[in-house]
């Protein structure tokens, strides 16, 4: 019967608009309130499940998420039995976490992500609730930048003595303790640990480890220092040494947080012997006095400090696709999916091509940076150097850019190139051999 569940399908008021995810317990659909006219995200349980745990337990897990009214928890709007379907109906989130590169790129955005979740996990312990599964795909990112935790079907009471736990946790993410049917609160403790030295290092910690475990400098290097501390102690392989619930957790991080605003800059001493410069950062720093002003290379690399555009996919020194301009771009709004910056009247995202916004019902005023218009007939779209899409309607550039600063071109995507200084192509990332990857714009 759930197979008859489609796009276009109708579960009482609401419509079903499309399928974003499918697990063994339940599906979560995007849909639409036709009542009151807004989207929101709807999980609808299996009927299968329904069978094999009775409609109470189904419904026992629906109040446990209900009891909890927090902006960093995801709500419940609306839970209802629509035919052999039970339905839960939630705002509707961006993306979770686990899709998010923006906290892999951004200390900051990671940093405020972590706060937010461990803001809510604090609410959730405060009421003896376990959550059981602190992952990823459980944190979801919503358009003002809130993130709040959901799924918490898995959960119990923590206290409650009367029912035994249900299977639940990803292994990946799971305390040690857990593993061997011992949950505590301080088991999402740790899961949030590891989710956080993760988003600051790429690097997902696997147990027994002590500290300072695998690429800890990069820890070191994007966690301001008062706030390092805490997230160890988080993470710390030892139940009986990590905060023993999130609300301890999070009063030492907004400690933490409020040390590091209130600090003072300090003077770094003038080192006695300075340190030879690697030939990438001699050759990045010569490439930017000849041409990163005309490129507009304003920015540093997040991970070699090259000079980098805003409408650089790609870091040509080092090859990342990391780099967030959230922080950083002169534009007055920032595209939420690719972190560049965009303009009110703009009503797609000329940078990436998910990117599609509201605009503010005005035709684009004339770009005096444009450089081109858009060939589709009846759109008004200019298009500055190195877009991507029309930021109109979209639509690709039918030729390649050129660039009076670049004379060759990548032999991938025949977009300018530099050989002489360039290590990957800005534009689509293909690395460059040491013997002619790029060909000259004249075709020799």
């Not at 049917?181 to 956080?196: E, Q, Y």
């Not at 410069?277 to 005309?294: D, I, N, Q």
């Not at 690719?338 to 005005?362: H, K, L």
Request: aromatic content about 10%.
């Amino acid at each position: 019967m759930a197979a008859s569940l489609r796009r276009g399908s109708r579960l009482g008021k609401y419509r079903l608009d499309q399928q974003l995810g499918r697990g063994s317990f339940a599906t979560v659909w995007k849909a639409r309130d036709t009542v009151e006219q807004r989207p929101v995200a709807l999980k609808v349980t299996h009927p299968a499940v329904v069978e094999e745990f009775g409609r109470g337990e189904v419904e026992y897990e629906a109040r446990i998420a209900s009891r909890l009214d927090h902006p960093n928890v995801l709500t419940v709007r609306n839970a209802d039995w629509i035919g052999n379907y039970f339905v839960l109906a939630t705002d509707l989130a961006t993306k979770s976490l686990a899709q998010y590169a923006g906290a892999r790129r951004s200390p900051a955005v990671a940093l405020r992500v972590i706060r937010d979740v461990t803001c809510g996990l604090a609410y959730a312990h405060g009421h003896r609730l376990l959550h059981r599964d602190i992952k990823p795909e459980n944190i979801l990112l919503f358009a003002d930048g809130r993130a709040a935790i959901c799924d918490f079907g898995v959960s119990r009471f923590a206290l409650d003595r009367t029912k035994s736990f249900t299977e639940a946790g990803t292994l990946g993410y799971m305390a040690p303790e857990q593993a061997y049917g011992r949950p505590k609160l301080t088991s999402d403790v740790f899961s949030l640990g590891l989710i956080a030295y993760e988003l600051f290092t790429g690097t997902l910690l696997t147990w027994p480890f002590t500290w300072p475990p695998e690429n800890y400098g990069r820890f070191v290097e994007r966690v301001p220092e008062p706030v390092q501390p805490v997230l160890r102690r988080a993470a710390t392989f030892d139940p009986a040494r990590r905060y023993p619930d999130a609300a301890t957790m999070h009063r030492e991080l907004e400690r933490a947080l409020l040390r590091h605003k209130e600090a003072p800059a300090r003077r770094r001493r003038r080192p006695t012997r300075k340190p030879a410069p690697s030939p990438l950062a001699v050759e990045a720093e010569l490439f930017r006095r000849r041409h990163g002003a005309r490129l507009g290379m304003r920015y540093a690399c997040f991970r070699c400090s090259g000079p980098i555009g805003e409408a650089m996919q790609h870091c040509p020194w080092c090859g990342t696709s990391e780099n967030s301009f959230r922080d950083l771009t002169r534009y007055p709004l920032v595209c939420p999916e690719c972190e560049r910056g965009v303009r009110p009247e703009w009503t797609a995202c000329p940078w990436c091509y998910p990117g599609r916004f509201q605009g503010n019902g005005r035709a684009p005023r004339p770009d005096p940076k444009a450089e081109r218009s858009c060939t589709r007939r009846g759109c008004s779209g200019q298009l500055q150097v190195f877009m991507r899409y029309c930021p109109v309607c979209k639509q690709k550039p039918k030729r390649a850019w050129s660039h009076p600063e670049l004379s060759d071109r990548c032999t991938r995507c025949r977009w300018p190139v530099s050989r002489q200084f360039w290590r990957f192509c800005p534009w689509c990332g293909r690395r460059e051999p040491r013997a002619g990857t790029f060909v000259s714009s004249n075709g020799r």
